[in-house]
């Protein structure tokens, strides 16, 4: 299993959320097809479709509530 496979399952399990990694989460939305719009400091913006994930930086880690809106996204429900 690749990389991106494991933090696919890690994400959709989603007993993970308060401790994915900022640097993982940007792995995998790039491996999903995201393109990285704006970076920079402790934000980033990144964009697939009609689909925008602003990332913030928190200590190395992604914001519980970003964890969630991401999975929503590729669940296809409106986040």
Do not use: C, W
């Not at 993982?24 to 009609?50: C, E, P, W, Y």
């Not at 689909?51 to 509530?65: P, R």
């Amino acid at each position: 299993m690749s990389k991106s496979e494991k933090l696919m399952v890690k994400l959709m399990s989603g007993t993970s959320d308060a401790s994915f990694s900022f640097r993982d989460m940007v792995t995998l939305l790039l491996s999903l097809g995201f393109n990285q719009r704006r970076g920079g400091g402790s934000h980033q913006i990144f964009q697939k479709g009609a689909d925008f994930v602003n990332l913030q930086n928190a200590q190395g880690k992604v914001k519980e509530y970003q964890v969630r809106q991401i999975r929503k996204i590729i669940k296809g429900d409106k986040p």
